[in-house]
């Protein structure tokens, strides 16, 4: 386990630090005398310094020192780690690991759900958009029986309820396409490079999205939906997208306002809180509701 | 950098005995010369070794050699790594790590992925009184809005559950069980109470019969049978809604899916998200259910 231990080391260090905002070294120390892993002794500087640099290198996560304060400790680009970014992945996945590690014994008590690896496709796709190179893929998709082969610039892989996608351009109409890793049939890179676009912006191009769905031609809109009795506390608590504000508040019920495309996969999840939340604005978004629940019913008459 | 370098040669090994199902030492050797890790150099059986007692301490993986076939390598314990385990989790996620931390730079905004919140110390608490069967005191608010509640809580495991932790427990002195989320818990008490925990409980099985998490509401476990139309028959077949599914009537309009499980709320809720698409066979007092929700919803849009 002693191999394990330099990493738990890093983890520690990382997350008093990120906690604390800023810090100085002697306060890390007396903090790290409390821990198990201490056994009492303090952190020298040149050993913390070498921590620094491996934190740096395998996190991607600067710690600086500022002068002007003290000579306290912070991080440099903390907002990474508030992002759904590879170095919070990493840095939460391995807090996880390490709580969990300790306590294998208890196997039968903590249950978890993994994360697909996929194996070989992640890193041959990880590589292309690495080299920029083009992809060739077989598909099949879900609802259909026929596999069809495309060939796509591969701009970025996203991890979405613990599915992998791949956000590509079809080299042969120029659209945007997100595809699921497990419906991909065989994947070879190719020896041809592509331009990026410089123009593309990942975050944004998500941002406007209530789930992974964003190519069936849905545009932006403003919707305003009002959801009742404790529906309104729990979108209070969680909301349902990043653009949710509460822009109106009675004792029965509380208006939401929400700047997305309402692709099919929101209108299933409005459908889904039956009676619960309505659907204000726009018309058509209420419409294809109401219609989804008509159909539903249909179906038992 | 020398400490991760040899983790990776961990995780390595074990995905490489683990896909080949069965594999020779010299199998291993000629995979790792092709590696940049291995840099054309053979595997020598002592680092082999060496490799195998650590992934044993790390991973709780047993590497086993088959003596009647050829000396070959398997892992003895392979069937944790398909289920909901720590150990798959670690290989899964270690594995992810992997891949992507090698070109962290140079791939920033091109991967974009869910965190886990680690919630601090209270997971590390919760798990030493699993462990010392300590009940705990819980200061629980449901919502931010609503008023908190206390507990006195046997805790029996812990769930990750849609990048979420929770506790599943008995309320002390009852045979209930309460799921408690722990981004709701506002302050956590060890007791030095002990409490005798039942034996012939199983998380696993608990949990097998459930749709999410969703659990304590008194909904018995039933038989369930779903008739699905459409591309939907396509798509449960290729992604089961619960893993007890089986597909027992198939015609040219639709598929007819059974299920062993406590059909809950959240499941009731699934079912009318399909609008259309799934019906509900059986049994009767769910697909009652289902149609007025769907009623329900229509009337909110009719005054």
């Not at chain 1, 591969?154 to 992998?164: A, D, I, N």
């Not at chain 1, 351009?169 to 020896?191: A, C, H």
């Not at chain 2, 020598?44 to 993986?61: M, Q, V």
Request: proline fraction near 3%.
């Amino acid at each position: 386990m002693k191999l394990y231990r330099i990493f738990k080391e890093y983890i520690w260090l990382l997350n008093t630090i990120y906690k604390a905002k800023r810090i100085t070294l002697r306060e890390i120390n007396e903090k790290w005398q409390k821990t198990e892993m201490s056994g009492g002794m303090s952190i020298p500087r040149t050993t913390f310094n070498r921590h620094r640099d491996d934190i740096l290198d395998i996190f991607g996560v600067y710690i600086e020192c500022d002068p002007k304060d003290g000579f306290r400790y912070y991080i440099g680009n903390a907002h990474v780690l508030e992002e759904d970014s590879i170095q919070n992945w990493m840095l939460s996945t391995l807090t996880v690991n390490n709580t969990i590690s300790e306590y294998r014994s208890l196997h039968d008590c903590i249950v978890l759900e993994s994360i697909p690896t996929e194996g070989e496709v992640l890193s041959v796709i990880v590589e292309a958009l690495k080299e920029s190179q083009v992809l060739q893929i077989t598909y099949k998709k879900y609802s259909s029986s026929d596999e069809k082969t495309y060939t796509v610039n591969p701009y970025c892989v996203k991890l979405f309820h613990r599915r992998w996608y791949l956000l590509c351009k079809r080299i042969e109409d120029g659209e945007f396409r997100t595809l699921s890793f497990d419906r991909m049939q065989e994947v070879t890179p190719t020896n041809t490079h592509f331009e990026k676009d410089e123009d593309f912006n990942t975050e944004l191009y998500f941002r406007n999205c209530f789930g992974i769905v964003n190519n069936d031609g849905t545009p932006t809109e403003r919707i305003l939906v009002r959801a009742y009795e404790t529906e309104r506390l729990s979108m209070r608590d969680l909301p349902i997208h990043s653009s949710q504000k509460e822009i109106f508040t009675s004792n029965e019920y509380s208006d939401f306002e929400l700047t997305l495309r309402p692709t099919l996969d929101f209108a299933g999840y409005l459908v889904s809180r039956a009676g619960l939340v309505k659907v204000l604005e726009p018309q058509s978004l209420q419409d294809k509701v109401r219609e989804l629940h008509q159909n539903g019913l249909n179906r038992y008459e | 950098m020398n400490s991760p370098l040899v983790f990776k040669e961990y995780i390595w090994l074990v995905n490489t005995i683990y896909q080949a199902k069965k594999i020779s030492l010299r199998e291993i050797s000629n995979k790792w010369k092709e590696t940049e890790m291995g840099g054309g150099l053979p595997l020598s059986r002592s680092t082999f070794n060496r490799h195998k007692i650590a992934i044993e301490e790390i991973f709780g993986l047993y590497i086993e050699c088959d003596l009647e076939d050829k000396f070959k390598y398997y892992i003895g314990n392979a069937h944790v790594l398909q289920e909901d385990t720590i150990q798959n989790w670690m290989l899964s996620t270690l594995t992810v790590n992997n891949t992507i931390s090698e070109n962290l730079s140079s791939l920033r905004d091109r991967i974009i992925l869910e965190a886990i919140p680690s919630e601090g110390d209270n997971l590390c608490k919760v798990i030493g009184c699993i462990k010392n069967d300590y009940k705990i005191n819980i200061e629980y608010q449901k919502y931010s809005t609503s008023e908190p509640k206390n507990y006195l809580i046997e805790p029996y495991c812990i769930k990750l559950f849609r990048r979420r932790w929770y506790l599943l427990g008995k309320k002390s002195g009852t045979n209930e069980f309460r799921t408690l989320s722990f981004d709701r818990m506002i302050k956590i008490e060890i007791t030095k109470d002990k409490f005798r925990m039942d034996k012939s409980f199983n998380a696993e099985q608990y949990y097998k019969d459930c749709f999410g998490i969703v659990s304590g509401d008194g909904t018995e476990v039933q038989t369930v049978k779903l008739r699905a139309f459409g591309t939907e028959r396509l798509s449960m077949r290729d992604l089961p809604i619960h893993f007890s599914q089986k597909e027992i009537f198939t015609s040219d309009e639709y598929s007819d899916f059974e299920f062993t499980l406590r059909p809950t709320l959240d499941f009731s809720g699934y079912i009318v998200s399909r609008s259309s698409l799934v019906k509900v066979l059986e049994p009767q007092w769910l697909s009652n259910k289902i149609r007025k929700m769907h009623e329900d919803a229509i009337r909110l849009y009719q005054d």
